[in-house]
């Protein structure tokens, strides 16, 4: 399995502010992943996180609100831009390695 | 569109029931499916199916994927407090992403 893990843990925000969230895997990785859970909700893919390419964006979810940064095999950001109550949530990074996925321990942001 | 559904959404159970998950799904290019455990934060893996009528065990926990009729179940046994937890089911999109679709989720608390 992969170790991942993220930061920060946990964050609480005013609204109109960005909050960047880290994700960083023990090993090299092809493909990265956000996922944003709401409260009582499953997971919804925001983003597939491409190395040397621009991420791919899931309908519903565009770049000016989550843009994201893959600057190496091993590590990735999710921006949360000019946020709202509604983005309150936990944001989960994942890793793909020999076709299963593994998950880090998500950031849970409130905002206010 | 994909989808992956889950049943039933909730579940209360007492210590020493045996309990099964339903999971079915209509995803084009179906690749595996994931069942994962979700108590706090970040799911944990706990099977990958790709082959239809081949069952997986981990100690009370089994699965088994039918890809004619596109479901998987999942079966605890001698089920404990601590089983209680989210199940998630998820499909991997084999397209150029390997993408995670995800159910709902099935809410199981154990009682004691």
């Known amino acids: 399995s992969a170790v991942i893990s993220q930061k920060p843990s946990r964050d609480i925000c005013q609204r109109g502010t960005s909050l960047t969230i880290q994700c960083q895997v023990d090993?090299?990785?092809?493909?990265m992943f956000w996922y944003r859970q709401q409260p009582g909700q499953s997971l919804t893919l925001i983003a597939t996180a491409n190395q040397g390419s621009e991420a791919t964006y899931e309908s519903g979810f565009v770049i000016d609100k989550f843009p994201i940064s893959r600057p190496n095999l091993t590590f990735s950001t999710l921006t949360v831009s000019n946020m709202s109550p509604e983005d309150s949530s936990i944001y989960l990074c994942?890793?793909?390695?020999?076709?299963?996925?593994?998950f880090g321990p998500g950031t849970r942001l409130t905002v206010l | 569109e994909d989808k992956v559904v889950q049943s039933p959404l909730s579940l209360v159970v007492h210590e020493g029931d045996t309990v099964t998950l339903n999971c079915s799904y209509e995803v084009t290019n179906f690749r595996s499916l994931l069942w994962y455990k979700q108590e706090k934060k970040a799911p944990t893996f706990l099977f990958m199916l790709t082959s239809s009528g081949i069952e997986k065990k981990s100690g009370r926990l089994s699965s088994i994927l039918d890809k004619k009729e596109l479901f998987s179940i999942l079966n605890i046994t001698a089920t404990q407090t601590g089983d209680s937890a989210i199940y998630l089911c998820a499909v991997v999109d084999g397209g150029a992403t390997n993408k995670l679709i995800f159910g709902t989720g099935t809410l199981l608390a154990v009682q004691p």
């Open positions: 090993s090299q990785v092809t493909m």
């Open positions: 994942s890793a793909e390695r020999a076709i299963e996925q593994f």
